[in-house]
Each structure stands twice: as C-alpha cells, then as structure tokens.
C-alpha cells in the first residue's frame, strides 16, 4: 500500500533538504521495521520547497501466533480422557470450545493449550502515530522557529500532504494539519489541488510547473545548457557546485543565456566567474578556456517570452562587473611590495600578532624548507612568493570576493612581471582546502602551503587552541590535512620533528605553552592525522599501526612503510614474517638493551645468525635510508631460516648470564633493524587471539 | 513609477495588512533593524506590526557620488509582523504585485541568507530575495534580539528601496531615479554622498571621535542604571554610527572590531534584559 508524504516549506537549504530526507527515510524505516511492517520500497524526492516521502508497505502488520498455556494434561482430562472442570474452565476463559484445545509440549510436561493468532495492526495506524513523531524530531545544522509555533525546524513548515493507499492520513503538527492536496509552483500555480497517488501527484505538480526529482531537473538544466552552447562551440566553467544548488533550488528550470560588454573580457576568468557565481548563481561560459563574453543562468519558470529575466539579469551583472573592474584598476595602482607594508595592520589571529609577522615566519619556514629538501635554486622564488603571499587580503578584490584570496595575489603579481614560479606559487598556496582537494601544482607553492598551514596550526596548539568533535574553529584540523596531503603528493621527504622545532622557534616569545609541549601535542595530533588518511585509503587499521609505529618523523617514508606492507599482506612471506618478528619481540618484553659480542658466539647457530644479520643490515641499511622499505622486506626475510634454527638449537635463556645476555643482545639488534622498516608486532595475523 | 510613489504604495499595502505606519527614527542607524520601533518591540509578547522608511548610513559604503549603486546612505522600507504569519510569503508575493510587478514574467527567487548583526545581539533565519538577479529586499525571521530569544517569532522584510525603483524604472544608477515626477535623485542626493565620502573616508577627526565614543558609553551605562532604558538605546546607536564612522576612517584594527562591537552589544544587552524584566505597559 502506497504512502505519500510531502512536507511543504519555505525554501530550504539544499543541506537541510537533503539531511531531512535522509532522516525521515531511516528512522522510517526502522519504526516499520521495528513494528514488522513489511517495506517494499522507500524513495525520497525534493525541491526547495518540499520534501518528499513516497513507500510501498504491507497494509498491515504481521500477524502473530501465541500459545496460551492452561493447566497441565494430567490435571485437564480424567482417567477416561473426557475434559475436567479445569480443562472446561480454562475453555471458557478463553471463549472457545473445549475441542479447540490441544497439548502442548512445554519443559514442564505436557499442558493443555491454545494456539492464538493475534492479527497485526494496520499499518495506517502505526503510520499515524510514527511520521508526526519523526517530523518533529528532524534535526538540521540551524534550525529555527515561527509565529507561534514551538516547533523547530529548518524553514517553516507551510502544509503537510499525508497519503496511505489513497486516503487521506490524518495528523497534526503544531496547528498544522495533514491533507490530501498540495500546491504547485508558487508563481506560476499557487493553486491547492487534490491528489490521490504519488503517480497522480507527479503528474499534476508537472502540469502545475514542479518538477519532484531533482535528478530530472538536473538533466533538464544540462540538456537545456548543451542546447545553449552548442551553437557557440562553448563550454561551462566547471562549477558542479553551483549546479547542485540550481537543481535544488528551482522547482522548473529554465536555461538562459545572456551577454555582458566584450571591454569586462580585461578581467581574468577568475574574478569573472566568481562575479557571476556570488550573487546571482551565474555560470560562466569559455571556448579553449578563454571566458566568452556571456553567461548562463538558471531561473525558476517554464520560460522567459519578453526576454525580461535574460536582461535584468545581464544588468544585473554588469553593475557587478563594473565594480569588479574598478577594484581591478584600484588595486594595480599599488604594486604588491608597498602594499605588503599595511600587513601590520591585519590580525591573523589576536594572541599570534599581525600578517606581518606571519609573513616574516613564513619566509624563514620556506627558506629551511628549501634547504633541507635541496632545492637551492627555488630558495630565492619561494621565499618571495611567501614574502608576498598575503598581500591580497589588503586589495579591495578579496574584501569583494574572500574566496579569491590567493588567486587574485597571483593574478596580481602576474601583472607586475613577477617570475612565473613566484606567481603561481602565491596563486596556489592555500590548496589543498580539504583532502578532496589538489595539492598545489608546483614545488614552490607545495612548500609556501606547507609553510602557511604549519605556522598556523603550531600557532593555534600553542596558545591552547583546541580541536574537539566537529569544532575546529582554527581550522586545525583541516590545516593539518592539507599539511599531510601535501608531504604524500609531492613526496617530500624531510625531518618532520626537525620542521616542527623550527615552526616553533620563529615564533620566539609568541605562543603560551612549552616548546615540548607543543611537540607533543603536535605529534599526537598528526598521527591522528596520518592514520585517518590511510584508513581512509582503505588500509587495515593493524597495518597502518605498524607502519606509524616506526616513526612518524619522515612522514612520506610513513606512506612508503605502509605500501611495503600492503605488499607483503599479499606475498606467502607474510605470516612467516610476522611470526618471526613477534617470537623475537616477546622474549625480549621488558628486557633492558645488551651489547653484542661477536667473540662470545660458541655455537654454530648462533654464529651462523649472527654473520647473517650483519650482512642483512649491511645490504639493508641504505634500502631503509632511501625509503626502499618493500626490497628491504625481502631480503630481511632471508634471516628466517637461521632465526627459525637458533630458537631450535640455542637456548637463549642460558644459565651462564654473559651468554644469555649475548644472545639476548643479538636478538635486540635484529628487533631494531625489523623496527626501523615497520613495527611488525602491531600486525595481526589470522588465528591469533 | 516614482520612489516616492513606490513608498506610497507600499505604505498603503501595508497599512492594509493591518501595519502601523511609523516616522523615519531620527538617529543615525545602519539599518531599519536598529530603530526602536523593530527593536523593543520584537522583545515582548505582544502582536505587534508595523512598516516605516528608514534612511540607513553605512559610511563605508560611500563612494564620492561615482559608483552607481553604492551610497554610505540609502532607504529602507522596513516591515515588522509579530508573530510572523502563516502566509507572510505571499503577502510579501502579493506586495510585490500591488507595485504592478507581473511575476509570471520574472524570476523571483529567495536564496539563502541568514541575518546577523552582532552589535544589537541580533540574528534571524531567511532570505535575500532576488528578481531577476536584483537583489530587491531581506526576508528574515527574526530569532534573537539583545541577546534574547524571541517569541513569538517576528519577520522582518526589508525593502531596497533604490533597488527596487531601479527594477521598477529599468535603470542602471541610482542617480537617474526619479524620486517624483520631475525630481531626480541626482538633485537630492549627488551632493550629499560627495561630501559624506570626504567626511567619512578623510577629514572625520578620529581623537574627537574616540572622545565621543568613550563619553556617549559611559552616558549609556549610567541611564541603564537609571532605568532610562530608551535614551540608553539612543546613546548605544549613536555609538554604533561612531564605530562606523571610525571604521571608515581605517581607525579600526581588527582586534579592536572584536572588542568595540562586544562593548556595545554588551550594552544593548543589558538594555533588552532590563527592559524584558520591567515591562513597562503604555
């Protein structure tokens, strides 16, 4: 039987939107099936005014069987198997005939008793009572409330639309009252109208100017742009975003294309599209990458006969373009270098000073950077991209538009003649923005991003600066990411503890907390990091333990380790190589460090492991300083055979303590090497507890 | 349509809805928000509707009389209903059709915007609606004041009104309105906005500014303790307007922001306490 829900709102948030459908659909989902209420289908649709429930459920709940238990059989019927008065008794407290009864088998023996069928509640009922709850109940990121309504909600609720098997599903939220009709399109046919099924619905909202799946109106909006462009050989600016939120955010769409003056072409595409997207949700159209002089728009109406959209639109536009322009002019009458000066005036966070200061921490960072990774040739590009990185939070283009900071600095010292390396590395420097982001393109915007997340996450921990939950107000967290991403992608290989000390000490009597405090919490909180990421990967978290718990101080080898792990998982050399290095570890738990003595060898086992070991770490050795961590596997696997015979043959718990304390000290050196390539004892191998 | 023909005809719609017309608050104020008509009368329980033009000033907005639609002051039509009605958006549809708007032939959008203003403690949930890509009026329900959460729920709908006249006479500038049948915006206001600009932007004095600011916040404080709550409100906008002012002169760190709009809100919150505490009937 068909149940129809549509929550009609003032236009939510295409968040809110999504968040209440996926709510309404398992809590839904869980109170039928929580009252064994068969569910055959369950889908949602929405606009940015309705959310939609459609569902195919059982009419009614399961029936159940139940024995009622009477007295026992011996006590039920006489010698002669006729009834007793208990037997009848219990008959007739139960209102059938005594014929109806029948034994039932129990671990007490065998009773008298009678199977009952308890025949389920319908559904509409249970629906009845369950879809105002979960409606009350939604949550969304804001919620607010209206009139005098107690409820909170995401926008206010306007009407509610309740249907089960046709009829009408009567219930009250708040003063409002479900019904059996809805309205369409809140220009175009604000009219009430009755429906009866969600084919029906769908079919009358069309009519009506809505379009319920916002699949459709996606497809529409891209078939209608590619109608659009064809002619012109153009494509969209890629902007899936904006895209999402249109489909959203009309109920009918409706692809227009407009023109704006060829003399606003002067400005870079960036700040085109950015003018186009904020404020109006405008697409920006290019051929060969090159921005044409017009856009697309998306308007909620089945069409636009006078052309009035299409040039409120395009004036609309201009006035915003002339505005952009004029701050593009502005702001090139300063060059970057003098306007670096008004820094001083900029916070970057209270307790951590100005821009200025920021700048001046950033070029030292970076100059180390480049020394350590062996890039002196960068050294003197990078340093001024970090010199000028921050420039444009003083121009009046990122006042205008916050999202272009960055960008419109590279843009910027692009048109001053500043070398390409210096302007793309400014352009670059705050991606990656999250871990589905790219990290930046070139080495010299990878280390000013890597330079500027770092100062700002070591700044925030050391004034005490907290991450919890899904507060970040400093963006640690995120900084933090976009610190790793940046080391994995372009596969930086440099002291990270060492970076650490140097974040920390340009800050000189800046932060608050101890310098191993910060250490410390700066460490813990990027192996949280690491180990997020490769979890996400896909990685076993027992492998991702092993390769962390070798060190966290190189933390591209970190990504290496767990590679060579990964193999390994798959090669027969696997289990064996755990074994091999958990039997080592465990006799040594707890054991203070020996040092080996080769003349002490008296044993043929023994001396046999030993001169293997010493040519394995020899071979070994440079494998593991060059990050080679799955070759350095292989060959450490050759220690197996002479290991598996010295714990055959030797005892190595002997009762001579200079021997005991040899061999122990052997096995120490093994367990060191092992743990320079990974911490084996972390992996689980199957069948141990 | 004139300007001020628009603002007629809003005033007669919304006289018709049943709104109290209301005089322009004569104190300078960045928005109709902050006048004590919206502003005490979002506090208490009762019914309350009301609609007024209230000139608003944001001095850093002035752009010497050159750019053609920013202006460090311009005019709201702002509308107060409480609580907020069932079909408060189609009357809005319907205010917008009394101005002879054929909606059918435009695209009227509300997009998402939520509403804050610290310095009164201020926040709502709602709208900017656009016309055709006109940003033409704010749509808020309006959820908390002075620090105070507000039942039943007010909306607040504020028109633009050059905005909107520049839709309605399908203009680019602000100067070529027509405010009547022959005069210009241009003629009432050119002058103005130039001059504002250099006060605002480069010969307001800071020193004496800071001096006012310190002596109009204590004036405040002490009429709190008095209980003369509404000449405290009136102290509290004119330090608003003063921050402005400042701000506009670049006297204004961004540290200090933080710190001068938590000092007034401060105020205005202890003002909407007091007044919830003692309410005072007319």
């Known amino acids: 039987m068909e149940l129809l829900l549509e929550i009609n709102t003032e236009e939510m948030p295409s968040s809110h939107i999504k968040a209440g459908l996926d709510q309404i659909k398992e809590k839904l989902a869980a109170e039928l099936s929580a009252s064994h209420v068969a569910v055959l289908s369950l889908e949602t649709y929405g606009t940015s005014r309705r959310m939609v429930v459609v569902g195919d459920f059982a009419p009614q709940q399961e ?59 319908p559904t509409r009922e249970i629906l009845t009572s369950v879809l105002p709850a979960i409606i009350t109940a939604l949550s969304f990121p804001k919620m607010m409330r209206w009139g005098a309504c107690n409820l909170r909600f995401s926008r206010p609720i306007k009407h509610i639309l309740c249907l089960f098997g046709g009829e009408t599903l009567s219930f009250s939220i708040d003063q409002i009252k479900s019904d059996n009709f809805t ?58 975003e904006l895209l999402d939120k249109l489909a959203h955010d009309v109920e009918y769409p409706y692809v227009l294309l407009g023109t704006f003056p060829q003399e606003y072409l002067k400005l870079p595409i960036e700040v085109l599209s950015v003018a186009m997207r904020e404020g109006q949700k405008l697409f920006s159209v290019v051929q060969d990458n090159k921005q044409l002089p017009c856009f697309l728009g998306v308007a909620d109406t089945p069409k636009d006969p006078k052309s009035l959209i299409r040039k409120g639109n395009e004036r609309v536009l201009k006035a915003r ?142 004034i005490g600066l907290q991450v919890s939950g899904s507060s970040d107000p400093f963006g640690i967290r995120r900084n933090a990411n976009g610190i790793c991403k940046v080391i994995l992608d372009r596969k930086l290989v440099f002291s990270f503890g060492h970076l650490l000390e140097k974040a920390i000490s340009v800050y000189e009597s800046t932060l608050e907390r101890p310098r191993e405090g910060i250490v410390a919490s700066c460490q813990t909180f990027f192996e949280q990091r690491l180990r997020y990421i490769y979890e996400m990967q896909g990685y076993r978290y027992d492998l991702v333990n092993a390769a962390l718990g ?78 080679d961590f799955a070759k350095a596997q292989n060959i450490i696997f050759k220690m197996q055979s002479p290991l598996t015979s010295f714990f055959d043959r030797i005892l190595v718990m002997a009762e001579d303590k200079k021997t005991r304390q040899n061999r122990l000290a052997l096995l120490q050196a093994i367990s060191e090497l092992l743990l320079q390539v990974a911490d084996y004892s972390q992996v689980v191998v199957e069948g141990e507890k | 349509m004139s300007l001020q023909n628009l603002i007629m005809n809003l005033q007669k719609f919304w006289a018709g809805q049943g709104c109290y017309l209301a005089q322009p608050y004569d104190v300078e104020v960045g928005a109709g928000t902050m006048t004590p008509d919206t502003f005490f009368r979002v506090l208490d329980r009762r019914p309350w509707r009301v609609a007024y033009v209230q000139p608003s000033r944001r001095p850093t907005d002035g752009r010497y009389g050159e750019n053609p639609h920013r202006v460090q002051k311009h005019y709201q039509y702002q509308v107060i209903v409480k609580p907020s009605p069932s079909d408060i958006q189609q009357t809005y549809i319907d205010s917008l059709v009394s101005l002879g708007i054929r909606l059918p032939e435009h695209d009227l959008r509300f997009d998402e915007d939520d509403w804050e203003s610290p310095t009164i403690g201020a926040w709502g949930v709602g709208w900017q609606v656009l016309l055709d890509g006109l940003e033409i009026t704010q749509f808020t329900y309006f959820q908390q004041a002075g620090g105070i959460e507000l039942f039943p729920v007010p909306v607040e709908i504020t028109y633009g009104l050059e905005r909107l006249e520049m839709f309605l ?34 010969l307001a004095n800071i020193e004496r500014l800071q001096k006012s600011f310190v002596l109009t916040a204590e004036e405040a404080a002490s009429l709190i303790e008095k209980n003369l709550l509404l000449p405290a409100y009136d102290m509290c906008l004119k330090c608003s307007h003063l921050f402005n002012l400042l701000d506009s002169r670049g006297a204004i760190s961004v540290t200090e922001r933080i710190k001068v709009i938590g000092q007034i809100r401060a105020l205005v919150n202890q003002i909407a306490q007091k007044y919830c505490g003692r309410e005072v009937t007319p």
């Open chain 1, 63 to 121: 029936n159940k069987e139940e024995i009622v238990v009477g007295p026992p059989k011996t006590v039920a019927f006489s010698a002669d198997g006729s009834p007793t008065a208990a037997a009848k008794g219990f008959a007739k407290a139960q209102n059938v005939e005594v014929e109806k009864l029948q034994i039932f088998q129990t671990p007490k023996g065998e009773y008298l008793g009678l199977k009952k069928v308890i025949k389920g509640k």
């Open chain 1, 183 to 240: 309205t369409g399109h809140k220009i175009h046919s604000p009219q009430k109208f009755r429906v009866r099924s969600f084919l029906e619905y769908k079919t009358l909202l069309k009519k009506n100017k809505v379009i319920v799946s916002e699949g459709e109106r996606k497809k529409l909006i891209l078939d209608r742009i590619e109608k659009r462009l064809q002619p012109l050989k153009a494509k969209l600016y890629p902007d899936e």
């Open chain 1, 321 to 462: 373009l002339e505005d952009a322009k004029f701050f593009w002019e502005q702001d090139l009458k300063m060059p970057l270098s003098q306007r670096a000066a008004g820094l001083k005036q900029v916070i970057f966070q209270e307790k951590l000073g100005s821009y200025e200061a920021k700048t001046a921490r950033l070029k030292s960072i970076v100059g180390y950077l480049c020394d350590k990774i062996d890039e002196k040739k960068l050294k003197k590009d990078a340093v001024q991209a970090a010199e000028l990185c921050k420039v444009d939070l003083l121009t009046e283009m990122v006042r205008e538009f916050p999202s272009l900071q960055g960008k419109v600095g590279g843009l910027y010292a692009k048109a001053e003649g500043y070398p390409a390396t210096v302007v793309q590395a400014i352009y670059e420097h705050y991606q990656p923005v999250s871990l589905e982001d790219n990290s930046p393109a070139s080495l010299a915007g990878a280390l000013v991003s890597l330079a500027d997340k770092l100062d700002s996450v070591v700044g925030a921990v050391g």
């Open chain 1, 550 to 627: 070798a060190g966290l101080d190189n933390i591209y080898y970190s990504a290496l380790r767990l590679k060579a792990l990964g193999i390994l998982k798959k090669s027969p050399h696997f289990e064996p190589l755990i074994l091999m290095a958990k039997r080592v570890n465990n006799i040594l738990r707890g054991l203070p460090s020996y040092k080996v003595n080769a003349d002490l060898f008296a044993e043929k086992e023994e001396r046999e492991l030993f001169s293997t070991f010493t040519i394995i770490k020899e071979n070994v050795s440079p494998l593991i300083a060059n990050g």
């Open chain 2, 169 to 202: 006479e399908g203009k680019d500038n602000f100067y070529d309105l027509q405010w009547s049948g022959d005069v210009h915006y241009r003629e009432l206001r050119f002058r103005e906005e130039k001059e504002f600009s250099e006060y605002n932007f480069n």
